[in-house]
Nanobody, 122 residues
Framework: QVQLVESGGGLVQPGGSLTLSCIGSGFTFSNTFDNYAISWYRQIPGKVRELVAG?????????TYRDSVKDRFTISRDNAKNTVYLQMNGLRSEDTAVYYC??????????WGQGTQVTVSS
């Protein structure tokens, strides 16, 4: 019932910027979008999916980033729009991957989006 849809991926040159969006739907009155912690993961073919950034439930006052992106990426959420964003600046070739968003709630469960391709190349 809960669905997550990512968008905003594409081809960008090294040093460029891109903003990904993840829009959620299908939430209930007891477990609304803002009750979920949201994370962005990425995966290169043949490699393990890795955590990129995370944001806490509610107003998203707490965020976390993997070391390689912490000074370049920013995760944020707009609960009125059921949307989480990942702003990516200073993109590098090694950022090339399929990016997925994940919504997690301790009791309501975990949901994944379908992924969006980000390619950083000159």
């Amino acid at each position: 019932q809960v669905q997550l849809v990512e968008s905003g991926g594409g081809l960008v040159q090294p040093g460029g910027s891109l903003t990904l969006s993840c829009i959620g739907s299908g939430f209930t009155f007891s477990n609304t979008f803002d009750n979920y912690a949201i994370s962005w993961y990425r995966q290169i073919p043949g490699k393990v999916r890795e955590l990129v950034a995370g944001i806490s439930s509610g107003r998203g006052s707490s965020t976390t980033y993997r070391d390689s992106v912490k000074d370049r990426f920013t995760i944020s959420r707009d609960n009125a729009k059921n949307t989480v964003y990942l702003q990516m600046n200073g993109l590098r070739s090694e950022d090339t991957a399929v990016y997925y968003c994940k919504a997690n709630h301790g009791t309501a469960g975990t949901y994944w989006g379908q992924g969006t391709q980000v390619t950083v190349s000159s």
